[in-house]
């Protein structure tokens, strides 16, 4: 007996220990995401799923800003050695600016890269290397818009810029507000330059080309100028809501649902934000393409998602991968619509769209039916893009500079742009 009972406490002890062992040998990983409703429901979403089927595995969400804040925020902390294990942000041009053949880990050889489609993977490449995964849907930019309104007021959805303007007459004089503007969110004031690229190239098919290499300006550019213009148009016809300046991505969510206002320029991802604050008000929203001067020729600007990409500094890069492994497969993809809902295509491999969409999903994917009728924006076919827009947009679409010179303002702001990554033809 007395053996009995010395030796029971002895094996409680010991497992005890083994217990604090296993503990003690977790790997933590931190996640560095922006503070999008989107992005942070996705980024908890994926974590909370793969620690439930990893449980030797802890990774802790972080929050950073958006626009060119949170820009500053990831270029900062790579440069310094404090980034997180894994972080979110944007494919394209902007991940050019982070120099990512030094600070990334090349995830080209990996097997899970098998499920990422080549659309994707050269949107994220990078001195012969692939560094991210997709962490959302892809997204169209254009124009939000209210259907109640619509049907009140017995517009049609516009094809030209001009019909656009005439639906903005009718909608003012009805009392809503025909253009929902919130620039307390400055990334938000940037959607009528940068979603009106599809018909920049309808006019200049190699204007991504010449401006990367140096020979197209955005001001001596008539189609490229001609973004600049429309936000132009709509401030000095007084179009934009009263409170423009103060209103918030937020704010401009509820005003369109609500009908407040009728137009919301913002890219699709805010559909999954809809859905998730106003439920079944969604249907209440459609989406179109923003317009530009022929109605043969209308179509739309297309946004390759935001990646997940895994810091060269970590010390945990297997770990990492596993879970990108995990992000790059079809459970990843069931894990962000039962999150946040379909939004728009995945690109990854055999991860389709359930049949009820929201409407306005279903009026985006009608334009990726016919190849001739979308096209990249142009921050994914150039590796250039002046951190400033959203501040020059800003102004344009405040009335405090015309569109000429905000034109010839980024185009300074890009070339310095452009010499930071050491491009041939911009000296």
Not at 403 to 415: F, I, M, P
Request: hydrophobic content about 40%; overall charge negative.
């Amino acid at each position: 007996m007395k053996t009995t009972k010395s030796y029971r406490p002895l094996v409680s002890i010991l497992a005890l220990m083994m217990a604090g062992s296993a503990m003690a040998n977790d790997v933590r990983l931190d996640l560095l995401t922006d503070n999008s409703p989107n992005s942070l429901a996705a980024a908890n979403a994926l974590v909370n799923a793969y620690m439930e089927e990893n449980p030797g595995v802890r990774i802790e969400v972080e929050v950073r800003p958006g626009g060119s804040e949170g820009d500053n925020i990831v270029r900062s902390r790579l440069a310094t050695g404090s980034m997180s294990d894994l972080f979110f942000y944007n494919s394209g041009s902007l991940l050019q600016a982070l120099n990512p053949s030094r600070t990334l880990v090349d995830l080209s050889n990996e097997p899970f890269m098998d499920n990422v489609l080549p659309s994707f993977q050269s949107v994220v490449e990078a001195n012969g290397g692939i560094y991210g995964v997709p962490a959302e849907a892809g997204m169209g930019g254009g124009i939000l818009y209210n259907r109640d309104i619509y049907a009140e007021l017995g517009l049609e959805v516009p094809t030209t810029w001009d019909q656009f303007m005439d639906n903005n007459t009718v909608i003012a004089e009805a009392g809503y507000a025909p253009v929902i503007g919130t620039f307390r969110d400055t990334w938000t004031s940037q959607l009528f330059v940068l979603a009106d690229y599809f018909n920049v190239m309808q006019e200049d098919p190699d204007f991504h080309a010449e401006f990367t290499a140096g020979n197209r300006t955005f001001a001596e550019s008539t189609p490229a100028l001609r973004s600049f213009e429309r936000m132009q148009s709509v401030h000095e016809a007084g179009y934009f809501n009263t409170n423009y300046d103060s209103a918030g991505y937020e704010d401009g969510l509820r005003m369109l649902v609500e009908g407040e206002g009728a137009h919301y320029p913002m890219l699709t991802f805010a559909i999954s934000a809809i859905v998730e604050t106003f439920g079944d008000q969604v249907d209440n929203v459609g989406f179109f393409a923003q317009p530009g001067d022929s109605p043969d020729a209308n179509g739309l600007t297309v946004w390759m998602p935001g990646s997940l990409y895994i810091n060269q500094d970590s010390s945990h890069i297997d770990e990492a991968k596993d879970f990108l492994a995990f992000v790059a497969s079809t459970r990843g993809c069931e894990v962000i619509i039962d999150e946040i809902g379909a939004s728009g295509p995945f690109l990854i491999e055999g991860c389709g769209l359930p049949d009820d969409v929201p409407q306005p999903v279903a009026d985006m994917l009608v334009y990726f039916e016919d190849p001739e009728r979308n096209a990249p924006a142009l921050e994914f076919l150039s590796p250039v893009k002046g951190p400033s827009l959203e501040q020059i947009t800003v102004e344009i679409g405040s009335g405090i500079r015309d569109a000429r010179s905000g034109a010839e303002l980024y185009d300074r702001d890009v070339r310095r742009q452009a010499r930071q990554l050491g491009l041939d033809g911009w000296n």
